[in-house]
């Protein structure tokens, strides 16, 4: 067989051994995986939006549902075996109940564990009617006791005995979707201006540069306090809560248009772009088309760092008792419940309970953009 017979064969088993080129998502998905923290991070963040979308199905109990027979009380443990009346054990998924004593000295009165009232417990449990994705109307739950009638506190109860595990079930839909959407609005006003800025230079710059720094000026608490109070009060929560979303987004933009800026003087003289002009294409159209995508990864990066951002200023404007205020139930709004020294003492769960929830949530987005921001340039070594 000749050398020109075989050569097609030759040329595709080639091509077949060769490994494919990998597009820039490809790659920056490659780089992230090697990431581990990140990787893990990723997991861990998609776990916080499904609780927070499947609240009423997680949470053991009503969240609203107050019990003033157990105000303050502390967090009951799991238990896998109950004794019989033989006098041997059984295995048996449940909690134990509580009873309140008083403490002649302190006077003061506190729950401990009756061993003897025994709650089982199960998953896929009856309890009180909701809508799963305010649609299905439904009353089963994940876990908790199999009677409706009983409650488990498993995080303990705030002081008028609210079961806390459900609140701050509930509170990260709240807490989570304000960092999406003042994220969302970062992204859209400051890509916008910071392109135009960027792009057109001139008094269009100079105009949204002095913008930009009058905003970042004006100490932050203050204008938050400000605009805070400038919230009827009368209004209904949902109106509060996209109000107290664009407060959060008032300094967020800033940041993300300076860094959209700067890539836009740098990129717009590019042949890249000389060339879409003289294609006929509008400015909007290459500032959409060609610079944005440039550059998408590392939006993308620096708006997954800015989540944890938002949430933290939503737990301090809710905390400060400038922004969101019950029933509307969010992480900071539970924090409130601690503000007091003495509620921290007689119930440190009150604490200890959402701010490890909040620390936990911030620390997986920060690692998450971290990751992001490393896997924005696979080419680096």
Same mark, same amino acid.
Not at 69 to 98: D, S, V, Y
Not at 179 to 184: F, Q, R, T
Not at 239 to 248: A, D, P
Not at 273 to 288: F, P, S
């Given at each position: 067989m000749s050398a020109i017979d075989t050569a097609p064969e030759t040329l595709a088993a080639e091509s077949v051994k060769s490994p494919a080129l990998l597009g820039p998502w490809a790659l920056m998905w490659r780089q992230f995986r090697r990431h581990r923290i990140a990787y893990l991070s990723l997991y861990l963040v998609g776990f916080i939006y499904f609780v927070a979308l499947f609240g009423e199905f997680l949470a053991p109990a009503n969240y609203l549902e107050?019990?003033?027979?157990?105000?303050? #009380?502390?967090?009951?443990?799991? $238990?896998?075996?109950?004794?019989?009346?033989? %006098? %041997?054990?059984?295995?048996?998924? $449940?909690?134990?109940?509580?009873k309140m004593e008083i403490d002649r000295e302190a006077m003061r009165r506190h729950f401990v564990e009756d061993p003897e009232k025994v709650i089982p417990l199960g998953f896929f449990v009856k309890g009180h009617a909701y809508?799963?994705?305010?649609?299905?109307?439904?009353?089963? $739950?994940f876990f908790g006791p199999k009677d409706p009638a009983q409650t488990v506190y498993f995080f303990g109860a705030d002081r008028l005995g609210r079961d806390i595990l459900s609140r701050i079930i509930m509170g990260t839909r709240i807490s989570m979707s304000?960092?999406?959407?003042?994220?969302?609005?970062?992204?859209?006003?400051?890509?916008?201006?910071?392109?135009?800025?960027? !792009? !057109?230079?001139? @008094?269009v710059d100079n105009a949204i540069q002095r913008l930009i720094e009058f905003l970042r000026s004006i100490p932050t608490i203050p204008l938050w306090m400000g605009l805070a109070a400038a919230i009827p009060l009368d209004w209904p929560p949902l109106? *509060? !809560?996209?109000?107290? *979303?664009?407060?959060?987004s008032m300094i967020g933009w800033t940041t993300l248009a300076r860094e959209v800026r700067g890539k836009f003087l740098?990129?717009? $003289?590019?042949?890249?772009?000389? #060339?879409?002009?003289? =294609?006929?294409?509008? =400015? @909007?159209?290459?500032?959409?088309?060609? /610079?944005?995508?440039?550059?998408?990864?590392?939006?993308?990066?620096?708006? *997954?760092? #800015?989540?944890?951002l938002m949430i933290l200023a939503e737990t301090s404007l809710s905390f400060l008792g400038i922004g969101l205020q019950p029933p509307i139930v969010s992480w900071g709004t539970l924090l409130k419940e601690a503000q007091n020294i003495r509620t921290i003492i007689e119930a440190p769960w009150l604490l200890i #309970?959402?701010?490890?929830?909040?620390?936990?949530?911030?620390?997986? /987005?920060?690692?998450?953009? =971290?990751?992001l921001r490393d896997a924005a340039d696979p080419y680096a070594q």
């Open positions: 107050s019990n003033t027979r157990a105000p303050f #009380a502390p967090p009951q443990g799991i $238990h896998l075996f109950t004794a019989t009346e033989e %006098g %041997g054990g059984a295995f048996l998924l $449940h909690a134990r109940g509580l809508k799963l994705l305010w649609l299905i109307p439904t009353d089963r $739950h304000i960092g999406l959407v003042g994220v969302a609005v970062s992204l859209i006003v400051g890509v916008s201006l910071g392109g135009l800025s960027g !792009y !057109y230079g001139g @008094w109106r *509060t !809560y996209f109000v107290v *979303t664009l407060i959060v740098s990129l717009r $003289h590019e042949d890249f772009v000389i #060339a879409a002009r003289l =294609d006929g294409l509008k =400015d @909007w159209e290459v500032i959409r088309k060609h /610079l944005v995508p440039s550059f998408a990864s590392h939006i993308i990066a620096s708006l *997954t760092l #800015a989540v944890p #309970a959402p701010g490890s929830v909040i620390v936990v949530a911030v620390l997986a /987005l920060n690692f998450l953009g =971290d990751g």
